[in-house]
Nanobody, 117 residues
Framework: QVQLVESGGGLVQAGGSLNLSCAAS????????MGWYRQAPGKQRELVAT???????NYADSVKGRFTVSRNNAKSTLLLQMNSLKPEDTGVYYC???????????WGQGTQVTVSS
């Protein structure tokens, strides 16, 4: 089992920045990709950004150029730097971990990000 714990959410004004962190623990040697997803009220959970163990990244079009995902394999941590935040970035942000393929095998409990206009 893998445990994922997010931190760093909060309330910020539009145009501001937030940094999210995710700490992974447990049996993590089989994890390849890690990522961030978000879910706004009344909407489905959507991909924000992913990064493989080798460092290849993938971003949703809506966050390209504003968000940066990174990971520290030695420390088993995942980061999401969010700049130029918009009200539409509001939602619960979830950390994910994937062994094989594209669907996450593990999820964190989520952290709330609220961007006020």
């Amino acid at each position: 089992q893998v445990q994922l714990v997010e931190s760093g959410g909060g309330l910020v004004q539009a145009g501001g920045s937030l940094n999210l962190s995710c700490a992974a623990s447990g049996i993590i040697f089989g994890i390849n990709a890690m990522g961030w997803y978000r879910q706004a009220p009344g909407k489905q959970r959507e991909l924000v950004a992913t990064i493989t163990r080798g460092g290849s990244t993938n971003y949703a079009d809506s966050v390209k150029g504003r968000f940066t995902v990174s990971r520290n394999n030695a420390k088993s941590t995942l980061l999401l730097q969010m700049n130029s935040l918009k009200p539409e970035d509001t939602g619960v942000y979830y950390c994910s971990a994937t062994k094989v393929g594209f669907s996450p095998d593990y999820w964190g409990q989520g952290t709330q990000v609220t961007v006020s206009s």
